[in-house]
Nanobody, 120 residues
Framework: VQLVESGGGLVQPGGYLRLSCAASGSILSINSMGWHRQAPGKEREVVALITPSGNSAYADSAKGRFTISGDNAKNTVSLQMNDLKPEDTAVYYC???????????????WGQGTQVTVSS
């Protein structure tokens, strides 16, 4: 299973970015897809996630500003981030919880990470 991310970059405070992630490989079933982030010196934290049925959840810091969406047919997930703040600066990682061939049970899969920098 591979996750490929795109869409990070440098943006001014108040700006917006859209992150996208595509999962490929021998995926049998998906439990959830989502985004986590890790800022320098901090632990990785969940930002938002979505299930195949469309249920979504957000960190308090993301509510009202970020929107997660998914395409079950393409195994993709996107994160629209509006009104970005300097504290949103981090490496953002795509996450997939799935049942795949060759591994037992549900497993976590991670993208390589994409840098988001919010600065004037």
């Amino acid at each position: 299973v591979q996750l490929v991310e795109s869409g990070g970059g440098l943006v001014q405070p108040g700006g917006y970015l859209r992150l996208s992630c595509a999962a490929s490989g021998s995926i049998l079933s998906i439990n959830s897809m989502g985004w986590h982030r890790q800022a320098p010196g901090k632990e990785r934290e969940v930002v938002a996630l979505i299930t195949p049925s469309g249920n979504s959840a957000y960190a308090d810091s993301a509510k009202g500003r970020f929107t997660i969406s998914g395409d079950n047919a393409k195994n993709t997930v996107s994160l629209q981030m509006n009104d970005l703040k300097p504290e949103d600066t981090a490496v953002y990682y795509c996450n997939l919880v799935a049942f795949a061939t060759g591994r037992y049970g549900w497993n976590d899969y991670w993208g390589q990470g994409t840098q988001v920098t919010v600065s004037s």
